[in-house]
């Protein structure tokens, strides 16, 4: 399974015979026609994830609180990485933790991935007051409400 980060940049070599959502062939056409272009001669598998899977999928990522940081694509490939028990080829730190949580195997594209599974809460950028992370994915990501308190603007952060 491979995200689309990954898709852009790994070498071409290692991408034969991946599996991708179909989701990521507009995407990518949309971040780099070439790259689409070259990959799509490949011979790159495009699947789509059973509602089975991508069930546990969004359990998994409102159980760590990751749901509101994560797009359509993101979870479904994580959904078909579960399914087909493959390996997730990614380097967003909201995929690799519910990945963990789910049990999937996965790598990072470059960066060191993270070694324990995080919670997120919001908090306030006024008065510093933590809120349970929002349990809804958000078609606007990194949109979220405003302190029920003082009414600042509040915030995604890593739970300690
Ligand atoms: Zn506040």
Known sequence: MLDTAALIAWPISE??????????????IRISPDRAALLESMGLVFCRPNQDSIDLALDAAKQSGDISGISETDLALLSLALERSARLITDDYRMQNIATLLGIEWQGVSQDGISEVWSWCLICSGCGKEFDAPRLTNAKKKQYDDCRDCGAALRLKKKK
């Open 15 to 28: 991408l034969s015979g991946g599996l991708i959502v179909s989701h990521q062939e507009d995407e990518l």
